[in-house]
T-cell receptor, first 113, second 115 residues
Framework: KNQVEQSPQSLIILEGKNCTLQ??????????LRWYKQDTGRGPVSLTI?????NTKSNGRYTATLDADTKQSSLHITASQLSDSASYIC????????????FGRGTSLIVHP | EAGVAQSPRYKIIEKRQSVAFWCNPI?????LYWYQQILGQGPKLLIQ????????DSQLPKDRFSAERLKGVDSTLKIQPAKLEDSAVYLC?????????????FGNGTRLTVT
């Protein structure tokens, strides 16, 4: 069964600090992995996509990594801002089949001033 | 481009009543999804459409939930009769196609409270 596990479930940090969110998956065959940011009361928005051949990708202060061998991904946020407070959801897409994405439960990040 | 539009934004009903949600995807997007998101959890797929055909509805509680996508554009999701455990945010998403490279574009959801 395809599964995506995220940790930690929630995280509280001070503004300006860095943090790393984790995602482990069992989706097979693997196509790509996306990190989404969901602000309170809004729908998720894609931050970055990682394909099989990519190890690291940056999008501003967000850096995603992928280890396809161990089936792990991380999202590192540098110099956090209050606007980073949100839920971060890891979504893994299978290759072929019905192309149904598998969602993680998300990590709730709160940035305090 | 205009985003995914959903209405209503909020809905409060009593158990055993019926409710309908509406979604207008991004123009040209062939794939449309309905998700249920319970507080503190990730979205759970209810149904996926490719144009006006159903690709997957294996997690849709068909005894009370129904969905349609007429003419392959707008979609409606209906619950009849509603139960207390249906209280959740219902998200609609669309993508250019259902192959793996395309991101999902989400609406802001409808927050349903069943009392």
């Amino acid at each position: 069964k395809n599964q995506v596990e995220q940790s930690p479930q929630s995280l509280i940090i001070l503004e300006g600090k860095n943090c790393t969110l984790q995602c482990n998956y069992t989706v097979s065959p693997f196509s790509n992995l996306r990190w989404y940011k969901q602000d309170t009361g809004r729908g998720p928005v894609s931050l970055t996509i990682m394909t099989f051949s990519e190890n690291t990708k940056s999008n501003g202060r967000y850096t995603a990594t992928l280890d396809a061998d161990t089936k792990q991904s991380s999202l590192h946020i540098t110099a956090s801002q209050l606007s980073d407070s949100a839920s971060y959801i890891c979504v893994v897409n299978p290759a072929g089949g019905s192309y149904i994405p598998t969602f993680g439960r998300g990590t709730s990040l709160i940035v305090h001033p | 481009e205009a985003g995914v539009a959903q209405s209503p934004r909020y809905k409060i009903i009593e158990k055993r009543q019926s409710v309908a949600f509406w979604c207008n995807p991004i123009s040209g997007h062939a794939t449309l999804y309905w998700y249920q998101q319970i507080l503190g959890q990730g979205p759970k797929l209810l149904i996926q459409f490719q144009n006006n055909g159903v690709v997957d509805d294996s997690q849709l509680p068909k005894d009370r939930f129904s969905a349609e996508r007429l003419k392959g554009v707008d979609s409606t999701l209906k619950i009849q009769p509603a139960k207390l455990e249906d209280s959740a945010v219902y998200l609609c998403a669309s993508s250019l196609d259902r192959q793996e490279g395309f991101p999902l574009h989400f609406g802001n959801g409808t927050r349903l409270t069943v009392t």
